[in-house]
């Protein structure tokens, strides 16, 4: 299987700051089918990005995803006080689909 | 609008068969291209796949949980049924499904708490 691993575990920044989340596949991501999903506690996880770059529908352009075979960037340009949540990367190109383990991005 | 919504037992003993039910609306499991996939979570812990089923009945499961593992759909009734055999505490989560569009799991369901206690 494709194992995702995500850096770093935890974010600390203030709001109105840049933050980059880092997502690394073990194998390439055929097609670049990645994409990037926003958890907060108590809900389900939301999809922001897919393609690796696609925003979904909704998605505010303060996000972004970039990437391309291993090595995939989710940016959140000027964090803003709802943004504060867990961010899972996954793939769905092969089977099995993978997580990575997250990244939580907290208030500084 | 598409909606899923998962039900089932909040509480299962050790060793005993769970079935959970994904009722969902705004999409038909007859189209092309669709499917839907089931999802859990720890609590605390990360997201993990288990298994999808696509329009065309074909089947996905989490090789770690293939053997206790079974997917089934109810087209006409707007069902997808996961049953996980021999439950253990480990087991103990968030069980999500979720609408697959190919294969990009995109609209989640809020997800059903189940607790195994022996």
């Known amino acids: 299987e494709n194992v995702l691993t995500q850096s770093p575990g935890t974010l600390s920044l203030a709001p109105g700051a840049r933050a980059s989340l880092s997502c690394r596949a073990s194998?390439?991501?055929?097609?670049?089918?990645l994409a990037w999903y926003q958890q907060k506690p108590g809900q389900a996880p939301r999809l922001l990005i897919y393609?690796?770059?696609t925003r979904a529908t909704g998605v505010p352009d303060r996000f972004s995803g970039s990437g391309s075979g291993t090595d995939f960037t989710l940016t959140v340009s000027r964090l803003e006080p709802e943004d504060f949540a867990v961010y899972y990367c996954?793939?769905?190109?092969?089977?099995?689909?993978?997580f990575g383990q997250g990244t939580k991005v907290e208030i500084k | 609008q598409i909606t899923l919504k998962e039900s089932g037992p909040t509480l299962v003993k050790t060793t005993q068969t769970l079935t959970l039910n994904c009722t969902f609306s705004?999409?038909?499991?007859?189209?092309?291209?669709?499917?839907v996939g089931w999802i859990r979570q720890p609590p605390g812990k990360a997201l993990e796949w288990l298994a999808f089923?696509?329009?065309?009945?074909?089947?996905q499961y989490s090789p770690s949980l293939q053997s206790r593992l079974t997917i089934t759909k109810d087209s006409s009734k707007n069902q997808v049924v996961l049953t996980m055999t021999n439950m253990d505490p480990v087991d103990t989560g968030t069980y999500f499904c979720?609408?697959?569009?190919?294969?990009?799991?995109?609209?989640w369901g809020k997800g059903t708490t189940v607790t195994v206690s022996s």
């Open positions: 089923i696509y329009w065309d009945d074909d089947k």
């Open positions: 996954s793939q769905y190109a092969t089977s099995p689909w993978t």
């Open positions: 393609h690796a770059s």
């Open positions: 194998q390439s991501v055929g097609k670049n089918y």
């Open positions: 705004g999409f038909s499991l007859s189209t092309t291209a669709v499917g």
């Open positions: 979720a609408h697959g569009s190919g294969w990009l799991l995109d609209v």
